[in-house]
């Protein structure tokens, strides 16, 4: 009985190595030289729709020619497995607070479970998007990601929207920002903040019409099967 007991303890060892050393065996994406780096920032609780749509649409342009394309990657508290709130589980690629991370040109704040409430008590967390949003070209967030940005203290010169369920508590916990409630995306100097949901595709392709053009976003959208049309689509935009 004594020898199972030290056979299975080893075999279990095996199995589960220590997390220093899953993250020193760790293999990180590669980043393609001359495009811009996308960031993804999710922790526990992420909602899936709000970081996978953006991704796939970002993701995607790397298969067209003669474009600046996208490097897509994530970052989080941890290099262990995140659990999104629909039970996902993500391997994020950088530990933000433990290593130097590539330069970030856009950050994308999808939402999570708890982004009104402890989330917003995260100082380490908050003093993160308030250093890369010093130097990125463009901010954005989808559906309760705002308020990870408002909390940081970023829009608070900026036309803004969430969720459209939470605009009350938006407008209540951040009086003095300019909120707008019936569109599905405002963008407003470097910030591009969202309703969310299946929204968030617009939201993304309209990241990828600025920076590309329209015939380009036309194809990354017929690519995912979207109906494209900017000049449809409910937006507040100040030049």
């Given at each position: 009985m004594a020898i199972g007991v030290v056979l299975f303890t080893l075999i279990a060892c095996q199995q589960h190595p220590n997390?220093?050393?899953?993250?020193?065996?760790?293999?990180?994406?590669?980043?393609?030289a001359g495009r811009y780096n996308v960031a993804f920032l999710i922790?526990?609780?992420?909602?899936?729709?709000?970081?996978?749509?953006?991704?796939?649409?970002?993701?995607?342009?790397?298969?067209r020619e003669n474009i600046k394309a996208m490097n897509t990657f994530t970052v989080a508290n941890t290099l262990e497995?995140?659990?999104?709130?629909e039970g996902l589980r993500?391997?994020?690629?950088?530990?933000?607070?433990?290593?130097?991370?590539?330069k970030i040109d856009i950050l994308v704040v999808p939402s999570a479970e708890h982004h009104l409430d402890t989330?917003?008590?995260d100082t380490t967390m908050l003093n993160f998007v308030r250093k890369v949003a010093k130097e990125t070209l463009y901010m954005t967030s989808h559906c309760d990601g705002a308020f990870v940005l408002a909390k940081a203290g970023l829009l608070e010169t900026v036309a803004s929207t969430t969720f459209p369920s939470d605009i009350v508590k938006y407008k209540a916990m951040f009086p003095n920002l300019e909120v707008k409630d019936s569109v599905l995306f405002v963008h407003d100097g470097k910030y591009i903040t969202s309703v969310g949901g299946a929204k968030s595709f617009e939201?993304?392709?309209?990241?990828?019409?600025?920076?590309?053009?329209?015939?380009?976003?036309k194809s990354l959208a017929q690519g995912l099967v979207i109906d494209w049309d900017l000049e449809t689509i409910p937006k507040f935009i100040r030049p």
């Open positions: 997390r220093e050393a899953s993250l020193s065996e760790r293999n990180p994406p590669v980043l393609e922790m526990d609780g992420v909602y899936n729709t709000e970081f996978t749509a953006p991704f796939d649409i970002f993701q995607h342009t790397q298969y497995p995140i659990t999104s709130f993500i391997l994020p690629d950088f530990d933000y607070t433990r290593e130097e991370l590539p989330d917003l008590q939201a993304a392709l309209y990241l990828c019409e600025l920076l590309y053009g329209k015939e380009i976003t």
